[in-house]
C-alpha cells in the first residue's frame, strides 16, 4: 500500500543546454498541485492517506543546486547522475515508492503522477516510467521519434522480452520514472559513479533478476531536446562509455540494430509527410550520434585528451 511518494527533482547539467527557469518552477508547480489532488482522492478511498515528499531544486547555479526541503546545496563537481538521486532517495526514509524527475519535464495532466504509480498494483513491478512526448510544431523530428521510443500502448517487460525487444527491455528513464524501495534497495540504489544512464543500469539489474519494468503510456510528460549534431555525439559517446563501465546486460544484448530500425521508420515518415527538408538535418544528427557512440564503445582504446573533448561529462573523468 501506497505510504510515502519522494519527487526529486534533480537537474542534469548539460552545459550546452539552456533551461528556461520558468518551465520548471511551472514543472513543480504542477506536480505540488497533482499530489495535493491524488492525496485527497486517496484518502476518501482509505483510512488513512499517504505522505508526500517533494525534495524541490529551488535554486541552480553555474556552482551549485540547492535543495530546498533540506537546505542542502550539491556542488557542480559533486554532482553524479546517480550518486545524486540516490542521496535524494536517501532522505525519503519512510517512502514505498521513488519518484524522479527531471525539472525541464513538465506534466501532459493532472492524472501523471496517478497514472505511473498505478504499474505497482502488479507485484511483479519494481521500477515504471512514463511516456515523454514532443510538440511537432517546435520540433518534428523529435515528436516523430518520441513516438518510436515512448508508444502509444503500456507494456510490462521482463526477461522473456530480451530475445524480441533487445535493450529496450530494460529501457527506463528517469525524466519520469518510480521504483518500488524495497527492490530499489536491494538493488543497491543508483550506482554513485555513473556519467549517464543511472536509470537503465538500475533497470537491467532488475530484469537480471527477474523482476518487471513497467511503461506506462498514460503517465505523459513534455520533454525534448534541441541538440545540434556535436551534441548528439557528445551524448551518444557519453551514453556507449555508460555501457562499457557497466557491462552486464548491455554487452549481452543488440542495442544497433534497434537505432536502425528507428532511422529507417523515420526517413519513410517524413518522406510520407512531405517533410523532406527535414530528412539531411536528421541524415547528419543520425551521423554524429552514430560516430559517438561507436567512440563511446572503445574509449579505452582513445587517448585521455581525446576523451575529454569527446564527453559531455569532464567531472566524470576526474575522480
Not at 500500500?1 to 550546452?16: A, G, T
Not at 553555474?62 to 557542480?76: G, R, T, V
Request: with cysteine.
Amino acid at each position: 500500500m501506497l505510504d510515502v511518494i519522494n519527487i526529486c527533482l534533480k537537474r542534469i547539467p548539460m552545459e550546452s543546454r539552456k533551461h528556461d527557469y520558468k518551465n520548471r518552477t511551472l514543472a513543480a508547480a504542477r506536480l505540488r498541485k497533482e499530489l495535493e489532488m491524488l492525496s485527497d482522492k486517496v484518502k476518501k478511498l482509505m483510512n488513512f492517506g499517504p505522505h508526500f515528499h517533494i525534495c524541490d531544486v529551488s535554486e541552480i547555479t553555474e556552482d551549485h543546486i540547492h535543495l530546498e526541503s533540506w537546505n542542502h546545496d550539491i556542488k557542480k563537481e559533486e554532482f553524479d547522475h546517480g550518486k545524486t538521486r540516490d542521496y535524494g532517495a536517501s532522505l525519503a526514509k519512510e517512502a514505498d515508492i521513488l519518484m524522479f524527475m527531471t525539472d525541464d519535464a513538465i506534466p501532459k495532466d493532472k492524472y501523471m503522477v496517478e497514472n505511473l504509480i498505478k504499474a505497482f498494483d502488479d507485484p511483479i513491478v519494481t521500477a515504471a516510467y512514463g511516456r515523454q512526448m514532443a510538440d511537432p510544431e517546435k520540433n518534428y523530428i523529435e515528436y516523430y521519434t518520441r513516438i518510436f521510443n515512448y508508444p502509444l500502448e503500456s507494456r510490462v517487460k521482463t526477461k522473456e522480452d530480451l530475445d524480441t525487444l533487445g535493450i529496450k527491455t530494460f529501457f527506463c528513464s528517469n525524466v519520469c520514472s518510480a521504483y518500488r524501495r524495497s527492490e530499489y534497495d536491494a538493488m543497491g540504489g543508483f550506482e554513485h559513479k555513473t556519467i549517464f544512464n543511472e536509470d537503465m543500469i538500475m533497470a537491467s539489474k532488475m530484469i537480471e533478476d527477474g523482476k518487471a519494468v513497467a511503461y506506462q503510456a498514460d503517465a505523459r510528460v513534455w520533454h525534448w531536446h534541441d541538440y545540434k549534431a556535436i551534441q548528439q555525439l557528445h551524448r551518444n559517446f557519453d551514453l556507449a562509455v555508460s555501457q562499457v563501465d557497466h557491462g552486464g546486460l548491455f554487452l549481452k544484448v543488440r542495442s544497433e540494430s534497434e537505432g536502425v530500425k528507428m532511422v529507417i521508420a523515420t526517413i519513410k515518415h517524413l518522406f510520407k509527410k512531405g517533410k523532406l527538408y527535414l530528412i539531411p538535418k536528421y541524415v547528419i544528427d543520425t551521423g554524429f550520434k552514430l560516430i559517438g557512440y561507436k567512440l563511446g564503445r572503445n574509449y579505452k582504446k582513445l587517448p585521455k585528451w581525446m576523451v575529454l573533448k569527446l564527453t559531455m561529462n569532464q567531472t566524470y573523468w576526474k575522480a
